[in-house]
C-alpha cells in the first residue's frame, strides 16, 4: 500500500511540477510582450516628512494589468524577470516611464519631489546603466536631482565593489542613493560608510511589530541612531498604525512610507498631493 501510495504521489507531484513549470513558461512568454502590449503600468506611493509632514518624495512600483490574470503585484513577476533576463527590458521601461510621467506632472504645473525607483540585481549588474540613465533625463529634459535609486541591502552586500562602483557614477550624476529593505541584510557600519548612500530604508518586517514588540523597537531605534551618525536620513517602510507613526516620531525617524499615509496609486491620483509650482515672484517680474 506504502508502495502503491508512494508511486501515486509521485505521479501527483510530477504533474503539479508540470503544471508550474507550464503556467512559469506561459507567464514568462506574457511577459516577453508585456512592454510591446503596454500592459505595465507603474503607481506610485508618496513619502512624508516627519518634522513638518510635508511630502517629501514618492516611490515608483511596478505593476502588470495581465489581459486575463488581471493587476499583478511585482513580487509574482519580478523574480521570473530577473531569471529570464526580461528585468533589463522591464527596468528600461520604469526608467523612462518615471522620467515621463515627472515631466507630464511638472507641464501640468507641479512640482512632484524626487522619484524613487527601484533596481534589482541584474539591471545593477548591466553596463548600459548608466547610459540609459543619462538617455531617459535627456529625452524627458529632466535633471539627475529629480530621481532616487533603490537598492536592496542584500544586493549591496552580494557584490560590494560592483555596487560601490556604480553607485558612485550614479551619485556623480546627481541622483540620490537609498538603501532599502535595510536590516535584513547583514551589512555592518564599516561596510555602510563606502557607499554614496544618503538614505537608510528600515525594512516593513521591523516597523510591523512598532510599538509593543520589543525587538523591532530596538532595532528600529538602533538604525535610526546608527544612520544618523552615519549622517544618513532614515525612512520607515510599510507604516500601518497610528501608533506606529507615534513611535517613530518619538524616536527621530525622518520620513516615513505606508497605507497608513498613502497607498502607491495612479499618477492621476497621486496629482492632488503634489505641490503646485511655486510663482516666480520677485525678481522675475516686469518693473511697473
Ligand atoms: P520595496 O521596494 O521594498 O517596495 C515597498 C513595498 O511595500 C511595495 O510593494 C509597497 O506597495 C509595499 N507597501 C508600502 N506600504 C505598505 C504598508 O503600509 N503595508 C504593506 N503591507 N505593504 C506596504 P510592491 O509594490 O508589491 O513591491 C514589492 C517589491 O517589488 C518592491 O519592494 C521592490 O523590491 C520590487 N519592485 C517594485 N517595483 C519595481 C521595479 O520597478 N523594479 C524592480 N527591479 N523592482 C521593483
Ligand atoms: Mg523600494
Ligand atoms: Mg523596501
Ligand atoms: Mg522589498
Not at 49 to 62: K, N, V
Not at 114 to 123: E, F, H, V, Y
Request: net charge negative; proline share 5%.
Amino acid at each position: 500500500l506504502a508502495k502503491a501510495r508512494g508511486k501515486n504521489n509521485f505521479q501527483f507531484f510530477t504533474s503539479e511540477l508540470a503544471e508550474r513549470a507550464a503556467r512559469h513558461f506561459a507567464l514568462e512568454g506574457d511577459l516577453r510582450q508585456a512592454v510591446a502590449r503596454q500592459e505595465l503600468v507603474l503607481h506610485y506611493q508618496p513619502r512624508f516628512r516627519l518634522s513638518d509632514g510635508a511630502m517629501c518624495g514618492m516611490e515608483a512600483l511596478l505593476r502588470w494589468q495581465h489581459p486575463t490574470r488581471g493587476l499583478i503585484p511585482p513580487g509574482e513577476f519580478i523574480d521570473l524577470a530577473e531569471e529570464s533576463g526580461l528585468i533589463v527590458q522591464l527596468g528600461h521601461w520604469v526608467m523612462g516611464e518615471a522620467c515621463h510621467q515627472i515631466r507630464l506632472w511638472r507641464e501640468a504645473g507641479l512640482e512632484p519631489p524626487r522619484c524613487a525607483i527601484n533596481l534589482s540585481a541584474r539591471q545593477f549588474g548591466n553596463e548600459g546603466l548608466i547610459n540609459e540613465v543619462q538617455a531617459a533625463l535627456s529625452e524627458t529634459v529632466l535633471e539627475a536631482q529629480a530621481l532616487e535609486v533603490e537598492i536592496t541591502e542584500s544586493l549591496l552586500m552580494s557584490d560590494p565593489d560592483r555596487a560601490q562602483q556604480v553607485l558612485l557614477r550614479l551619485h556623480t550624476l546627481g541622483m540620490a542613493i537609498a538603501i532599502d529593505d535595510f536590516g535584513t541584510g547583514y551589512s555592518s557600519l564599516a561596510y555602510l560608510k563606502r557607499f554614496p548612500a544618503q538614505t537608510l530604508k528600515i525594512d516593513r518586517s521591523f516597523i510591523q511589530g512598532l510599538p509593543d514588540d520589543r525587538d523591532d523597537a530596538a532595532i528600529t531605534q538602533a538604525v535610526i541612531a546608527m544612520a544618523h551618525s552615519l549622517e544618513m536620513r532614515v525612512v520607515a517602510e510599510g507604516v500601518e498604525t497610528p501608533e506606529q507613526l507615534a513611535f517613530l516620531k518619538a524616536h527621530g525617524c525622518d520620513e516615513v512610507q505606508g497605507y497608513l499615509l498613502g497607498r502607491p496609486m495612479t499618477a492621476e491620483k497621486l496629482a492632488p498631493l503634489l505641490p503646485r509650482e511655486a510663482l516666480a515672484l520677485g525678481t522675475d517680474l516686469p518693473a511697473v
